[in-house]
């Protein structure tokens, strides 16, 4: 080994907006300082690293000295900063205005905070399409680090075409495209440092054929090095893992530098041109899927790994991130009323309001909350209601000159069928009459809260793992006894949070949100409703409504759907309508939506109709946080239990956390019913219950003749109310 290969480790540190502050600053000190602490006693590792803005914002406030101590190892260009999109979002979704902007904002912070201008990006989690290369050159930037599975997808050799860089274009807009090695992301921190030096050695061997010195990146999450359960111990405890490496690395200087992506990119010329396709890691291919292809793929690329089988696995890419769009209708939802803002606000004059409305759009973009593989994601309640306080503020920033309510008839959600979009103060709201004429949001902007923020119940593909270990037995709780290292059947086991857990596996067959309309059978329970295992005797929850009148003078606005649908009895079926209408004014903070069910039928019926609402109060699972009150002094009941009351005409849903309170009058007494939206995920290895809102049915026993019709009146009011314990 007369020449030295070159080795590139870049750390990807980022925290959500949104996040926990307490979760954030246990990573700084299991994850970020421990690495500034290696990097300054190894003077000659050198490394690069990004921060999001989101998590920058919070270590200039929370962590100065750690700032400075950076600034030091960059000036002495030990460390390369990278830039990104400053709120970490999905790049290839959102505007190219926004793309170059959010990257031009976190560039200024690198410049203002370390005085250096970056010269290259991390993309969240390298979701790639081909058309940000122009982008990502219009804001100044020279590369971009991908995933080596791109390009193994278009035919390069994994065994000797990663280790270099390439160049890529977009309408003659090039930048360079590095690969980051599978092997060496899965083998640092897990595999012994000896045996990555070992596989190094190997690959310096090899023949070079005129091309430049080898490159070999590693580039992966830092919470990985101190986050992730027991890494901080085996990391920078008496593990001593990377105080090991970056040793070894000093030791083995003459054969094995270590050096950034910017060095590399300005010494060294590229290996050639590339053009990438649609594409991230190899996962994320598999997570896109919908659960059963999900699982299907996942185990047989786990089949052909056991078979070493890489020349056929490098064809098995699954889905792309934009499938998550089709996944999850709330996800798509949230997308959608992001680039309806992005318009408006982009469309504002220029100055300082427009400014602070370009922060909280942009705000709203981050990733995480917008797709779901290993970690939470989507499921996380408060990120989820971060992006859309983010995104309420910013349009209320954009409309703020607006003195009326406004009303649009248009196909907010691109699934070609019009949509209902009602903007205004302090209410707004947004209608999917193809799906069971629902309102999809309400927003309180005084609150910047979405009310209506809850998540379907959907079947994951990591769920089979979890009804496989129950039916084995084999299922691993924090107050379980350590299990046996080679007995049956903990060979298959899987860890989770607390018992029972695959019995709350719940699934539901159409799309959770406010005024549904159901007709149930007279021995439907409670429990079967809740667990959705019930037979539905109307076409109405999930079927489109005709809009009938979408009116607006400003100061009202009047919404009217309508279905002419059927009830069955046994093989019988009976015509039923549905005509329902919302009302909304302008200042006031309450609506009402007015039903008439009319029987067109030669025989009188006897129904038990039951209109359908919506909470997402973010920590609604715990009291202290969230309740239900049955009247305005009522005792506080818990917004996660199953419950049935008899005889209710007035009922709120109050948070502390946000001091709101969502009132619901009736007209006439009901039955209701309540249930909690909770979803089991896979997080760190360990299954876990989410809260995610809750359920309410409002029912009554109605006999309708021949040609009657049967009214009620429901009334929703918001309020800052909610009375602190």
């Known amino acids: 080994m007369t020449e030295p290969i070159y080795l590139s480790l870049v750390f990807h540190n980022h925290q959500p907006v949104g996040q926990f502050s307490y979760v954030t600053e246990h990573s700084t000190h299991v994850s970020y300082l421990p690495l500034i602490e290696a990097l300054e006693h190894h003077p000659k590792v050198r490394v690069a690293l990004h921060y999001s803005g989101a998590l920058l914002e919070w ?31 999905i790049l290839a979704a959102i505007p190219d205005e926004d793309k170059i902007g959010q ?7 690198l410049e203002t905070l370390f005085g250096v201008t970056p010269s290259g990006m991390w993309l969240a989690e390298r979701i790639w399409e081909p058309h940000l290369a122009k982008p990502i050159a219009q804001a100044a930037l020279r590369y971009v680090i991908l995933d080596d599975a791109h390009f193994e997808a278009v035919g390069f050799d994994p065994a000797r075409d990663m280790f270099g860089y390439y160049i890529t274009e977009e309408q003659g807009y090039a930048i360079a495209v590095f690969p980051a090695l599978k092997y060496l992301r899965y083998a640092i921190p897990w595999q012994p440092v000896e045996g990555v030096l070992e596989w190094l050695r190997e690959q310096a061997r090899q023949p070079r054929h005129g091309r430049p010195p080898p490159l070999m990146l590693m580039a992966d999450n830092g919470e990985k090095f101190g986050t992730y359960g027991g890494a901080y111990e085996y990391c920078w405890g008496e593990g001593r893992y990377m ?11 003459e054969w094995l530098k270590t050096i950034t992506p910017g060095q590399y990119l300005s010494r060294f010329p590229p290996l050639g041109r590339a053009y990438l396709p649609a594409t991230s890691y190899a996962e994320m291919g598999v997570w896109s899927l919908l659960a ?26 699954g889905g792309i991130w934009r499938n998550f769009l089709v996944k999850y209708e709330e996800v798509n939802l949230l997308h959608k009323r992001v680039l309806m803002v992005s318009r408006k606000v982009h469309a504002m004059r220029r100055g300082r309001k427009r400014d602070r409305a370009l922060e909280r759009l942009w705000a709203a973009q981050c990733n995480d909350p917008y797709w779901h593989g290993f970690s939470g994601g989507v499921y996380l309640f408060n990120l989820r209601a971060a992006n859309y306080a983010n995104l309420i503020a910013a349009e209320d920033a954009a409309e703020s000159e607006e003195n009326e309510l406004r009303l649009q008839t248009f196909d907010l959600d691109q699934d070609g069928h019009n949509d209902i979009v009602l903007l205004g103060t302090p209410l707004s709201a947004v209608w999917s009459p193809v799906c069971g004429g629902g309102m999809v949001e309400l927003d309180f902007r005084p609150a910047a809260y979405n009310l209506y923020n809850v998540l379907t119940r959907r079947k994951e593909s990591y769920h089979a793992r979890l009804h496989q270990a129950a039916a084995e037995g084999a299922i691993i709780l924090p107050t379980s006894p350590a299990p046996p290292e080679s007995e049956s059947p903990y060979s298959r086991a899987v860890r989770a949070k607390e018992p029972g857990l695959e019995q709350r596996l719940i699934y539901d067959w159409h799309r959770r949100c406010a005024f549904l309309d159901h007709f149930l059978s007279a021995s439907t329970t409670v429990d079967e409703f809740y667990r959705a295992q019930y037979a539905e005797q109307g076409d109405f929850v999930n079927q489109p409504y005709e809009i009938v009148e979408a009116t607006c003078d400003g100061m009202r606005a009047c919404i009217t759907l309508q279905r002419a649908g059927s009830v069955w009895f046994g093989d019988a079926q009976h015509p039923i309508n549905i005509r329902k209408t919302f009302q909304f004014f302008y200042g006031e903070s309450a609506f009402q939506v007015h039903y008439t069910l009319s029987h067109h039928g030669k025989q009188p019926l006897e129904l038990r109709f039951g209109i359908e609402s919506v909470v997402g109060f973010e920590g609604g699972q715990d009291i202290t946080n969230s309740a239900l009150r049955l009247s305005g002094e009522g005792e506080r009941l818990s917004l996660s239990a199953l419950r049935e009351l008899e005889g209710v005409t007035h009922y709120s849903a109050d948070t502390v956390l946000h001091n709101l309170t969502l009132s619901t009058a009736l007209s006439r007494p009901a039955f209701l019913w309540q249930f909690p939206l909770e979803t089991v995920t896979l997080s760190n290895d360990s299954f876990e219950r989410g809260y995610q809102g809750t359920v309410f049915l409002h029912l009554w026993h109605i006999r309708l003749a021949p040609n009657e019709r049967w009214e009620v009146a429901l009334t929703q009011s918001v309020s800052q109310t909610a009375t602190p314990l």
Request: proline share 1%; aromatic share 6%.
């Open 103 to 109: 990257i031009e904002k976190l560039n200024d912070e």
């Open 59 to 89: 270590l200039k406030h929370n962590q100065r000295e750690m700032l400075e101590r950076l600034r030091a190892l960059v000036a002495a260009g030990q460390v390369e900063l990278l830039s990104g999109g400053y709120y970490e979002p």
């Open 243 to 253: 105080e090991d490496l970056f040793t070894a690395l000093e030791m083995n200087a």
């Open 292 to 317: 059963d292809d999900g699982q299907r793929l996942g185990e047989l690329r786990q089949r052909l790994e056991r078979e070493r089988r890489a020349d056929q696995l490098r064809f098995l890419r």
